[in-house]
């Protein structure tokens, strides 16, 4: 079983900075993507970020420039986010793209969710 967990929400206001932060735990897997998703209230889930076990990684537009990527290992990546907008506002999803070690399936995986608000 693999367990994503997200932290690092909270209320900012506009121009302000967060931090998240997402672990992956559980055994005899590998971790293959892990990627932040968004989804604002009346709006559909969107991806925001992405990085490859290889360590490429991907933005949406709207992000670029502004958010940034980090990793302590394959397991574990955190989101800054700069410049926050009020449009950044939303409800802030980690999702986990592995593969088990034994079976060589490729199994997905979303946490909780960590909240976001931006005040203008």
């Known amino acids: 079983q693999v367990h994503v967990v997200e932290s690092g929400g909270g209320l900012v206001q506009a121009g302000g900075s967060l931090r998240l932060s997402c672990t992956a735990s559980?055994?005899?897997?590998?971790?293959?993507?892990l990627a932040w998703y968004r989804q604002a209230p009346g709006k559909q889930r969107e991806v925001v970020a992405t990085?490859?076990?290889?360590?490429?990684m991907d933005y949406a537009d709207s992000v670029q420039g502004r958010f940034t990527i980090s990793r302590d290992n394959e397991r574990s990546m955190h989101l800054q986010m700069n410049s926050l907008k009020p449009d950044d506002t939303a409800v802030y999803y980690c999702?986990?793209?592995?593969?088990?070690?034994?079976?060589?399936?490729?199994?997905?995986?979303w946490g909780q969710g960590t909240q976001v608000t931006v005040s203008s």
């Open positions: 559980g055994s005899r897997f590998r971790v293959n993507v």
């Open positions: 990085m490859t076990r290889g360590g490429i």
């Open positions: 999702h986990a793209n592995i593969t088990q070690s034994i079976t060589g399936y490729v199994l997905y995986y």
